[in-house]
């Protein structure tokens, strides 16, 4: 099992950046992926990026392409979401989560992955 935290949300304006972290422990590898997810009140939760530890593949929801960068730093087991260009229709509870990269077959499902973290709220105003 992987443990994550999150840490980096707040308040900030329409068009502000953030960069959320998300560290992990436990059982982590370069087999596994990691990605983020966000939900706002009354919707469902939404895959916002991912990467792929090995190799460092990437893969963006279309609403964030090109406002948002997902990076990894293996030394720390730390992956973080670089979040430029913020909308208020960004505002939502992002969570990390991790799998083994074979586990997870449909990256944007939030079901294919097995370990999350406790979220962080992200507000934007307009």
């Known amino acids: 099992q992987v443990q994550l935290v999150e840490s980096g949300g707040g308040l900030v304006q329409a068009g502000g950046s953030l960069r959320l972290s998300c560290e992990a422990s436990g059982r982590t590898g370069s087999n596994y992926a990691m990605g983020w997810f966000r939900q706002a009140p009354g919707k469902k939760r939404e895959f916002v990026a991912a990467?792929?530890?090995?190799?460092?593949?990437?893969h963006y929801a279309d609403s964030v392409k090109g406002r948002f960068t997902i990076s990894g730093d293996n030394a720390k087991n730390t992956v973080y979401l670089q979040m430029n260009n913020l909308k208020p229709e960004d505002t939502a509870v992002y969570s990390c989560a991790a799998d083994l990269v074979g586990t997870v077959v449909i990256i944007t499902s939030p079901y294919e992955w097995g370990s999350w973290g406790q979220g962080t709220q992200v507000t934007v105003s307009s």
């Open positions: 990467i792929r530890w090995s190799g460092g593949g990437t």
